[in-house]
């Protein structure tokens, strides 16, 4: 398939790929979008400060977050059931090894983390607090069984299933019945339905992370009926883990503060789980700042919620982010053309990354900061 130019782009081949619940299912964002919109907004009222001479001849993108090297500062996020493409994680695995970088593996994966993992040695297990303690623990063992290069836990996450727009029906499962009800949406996708018929298999709607859970509603369900955690609960989570552990779903300074300091964890990411949390909560780049200035010494801090170009991972990055994870992009990339569309993204990325390093006058990205971007009056959000 032609290769595409921006993110996009790739949205806009994935909408014409996809069924339309699959599609919708990835756009999401939560009751009105309010959060979701901002994510993108809030980048685009961001400016730059460009120099015009002496800038490097070479840029340099290399970075490491939680002890792993990195190519470059973007971070595959981690996000559940990838059955917008036959090869799911496993293409999303090779692609972010491709280009020498690292990925979430969700708890809500298609593909068991044991076949994930030697395709991608910088695969970061993630969990939510969901089942017993005991379970819990088991979930962690098998990760570092695997060889997980570390752990991610999201916090940031309201069982919130409104939307004005109208939220799209996914089955629990794919039987004659359900085959015969979606059949009409799928025959317009021609290009995701032969995939598919090569692959001679179904969409995977299992979670083979989850030990015992028979599918994806089912470990949702046991999630949904798990208490939320204390602070004690993630103190005692962290402690079975020696290696790089992330808190996900961060936006408030005194919570940043107790990640630090009560848990422990390696680094967090300011994320609002791309607007499919809590409506009305600020975009991430918004709350970033304050976070960095509260607890950037003692934990590395990433950026989650709308990247869409390299552009925006600059911005990022001068604001105080280690790096950026980015969701959506990667999941537009792999619907629209599999392995090498998520290369595409990753690629589609760095190019911006260097050019905005080009512009500003910069080697490296270790030397942005606030004095490259332009940020109105009123912009920051300063929570907690």
Known sequence: ??????????????????????????????????????NLAAFAELGFAPHVAGAPATRSQATSVMGVE??????LSPTGVQAVHPEAERAVARAASARGT?????????VAIEEIVPLCAKTFAQLYWAGSREAIAARVERARAAGAAGL???????????????SPTIPSQLDLRTLARFAPEVALRPVWLARWMRSGALPALTVPNVEGAPGFFAAYGEWMGTPPPSWEDLAWLRSLWDGPFMVKGVMRVDDARRVADDVGAT??????????????????????????????????VLLDGG??????????????????????PYLWGLAADGQAGVENVLDVLRTGIDS?????????????????????????????
């Open 102 to 110: 690292g990925m979430g593996l969700s708890a809500m994966a298609s």
């Open 356 to 384: 905005a390093l080009l512009g500003l006058g910069r080697a490296s990205i270790d030397e942005l900061d606030g004095s490259d971007v332009l940020v109105p009056d009123g912009f920051h959000r300063r929570l907690g």
């Open 307 to 328: 990247v869409r170009r390299g552009s925006d991972v600059v911005k990022a990055l001068a604001l105080g982010a280690r790096a950026v994870m980015i969701g959506r």
């Open 70 to 75: 990195l190519e470059l500062p973007v971070l």
């Open 1 to 38: 398939m032609a290769w595409f130019e921006s993110v996009a782009q790739a949205q806009r081949r994935a909408r014409r790929t996809l069924p339309r619940s699959v599609y919708r299912a990835i756009l999401a964002g939560a009751e009105r979008g309010q959060t979701y919109r901002d």
């Open 267 to 300: 680094a967090l990411s300011v994320s609002n789980h791309g607007g499919n949390n809590l409506d009305g909560t600020p975009a991430s780049i918004r709350a970033l700042p304050a976070v960095v200035e509260a607890v950037g010494d003692r934990v590395e």
């Open 152 to 166: 991610i836990v999201t916090l940031d996450w309201t069982f919130s299933h409104a939307r004005d727009w109208g």
